[in-house]
């Protein structure tokens, strides 16, 4: 089975620019999150999505967006890209019977 | 506010003995916890977790300790190898609720 898997694994975007993050999830697995990473701290809480519902928000600005689609895939989108933006973001995955998230190998998005 | 602390940044330990790792906590609606072991380049890998109704849970080579009186945990390796080498997260969470995480303690596993 596959674990969950993350697209792009890189991005270079410039300020200012619209990205767009794909993730899918484990086979079976309903609810997806998304955490962002930057260099000497934890990941910190994005979005949490189940059965394509939003059941929680971090504290993020409005740029950032994301959806659940009915294959239970997401997509996390950050319009107007800022510098501080950059860092790692991860996606994970969770089934209905267990609490223990599964993390893809995240996108590692670089503004400049 | 900082809900998840881990304190040691870093911790060096020698082959073969035994390498802790503390975390506490100020959130006591928190009902589950978790450790997560991370490389450069991978995203983090589940270790280990416990419920809020035990103090232990053992697993191989690790081993998690609760106690809630203190809102502190803490992750025992023994015998520590040097493909434990990583950065290890602890986090927690509420009723299956999103993951709030410490900011990480490198581990290094000394040859």
Not at chain 2, 27 to 35: P, Q
Request: hydrophobic share 30%; net charge positive; charged share 20%.
């Amino acid at each position: 089975d596959a674990g969950v898997t993350q697209s792009p694994t890189h991005l270079i975007k410039t300020r200012g620019q619209h990205v767009t993050l794909r993730c899918s999830p484990i086979s079976g697995h309903k609810s997806v999150s998304w955490y962002q990473q930057v260099l000497g701290q934890g990941p910190q809480f994005i979005f949490q999505y189940y059965e394509k519902e939003e059941r929680g928000r971090g504290n993020f600005p409005d740029r950032f967006s994301a959806r659940q689609f009915p294959n239970y895939s997401s997509e996390l989108n950050v319009n107007a890209l800022l510098l501080g933006d950059s860092a790692l973001y991860l996606c994970a995955s969770t089934s209905r019977e267990n609490t223990e998230a599964f993390f893809g190998q995240g996108t590692r998005l670089t503004v400049v | 506010d900082q809900q998840v602390k881990q304190n040691s940044p870093s911790l060096s330990v020698q082959e073969g003995r035994i390498s802790i790792l503390n975390c506490d906590y100020t959130n006591s609606m928190f009902d589950y916890f978790l450790w997560y072991k991370k490389y450069p380049a991978e995203g983090p890998t589940f270790l280990i977790s416990i419920s809020s109704i035990k103090d232990k849970n053992e697993d191989g080579r690790f081993t998690v300790f609760l106690n809630k009186s203190a809102k502190h945990l803490s992750l025992h390796i023994v015998p520590s190898q040097p493909g434990d080498s990583a950065v290890y997260f602890c986090a927690a969470n509420t009723g299956r609720r999103a993951l709030t995480f410490g900011s990480g303690t490198r581990l290094q596993v000394q040859p």
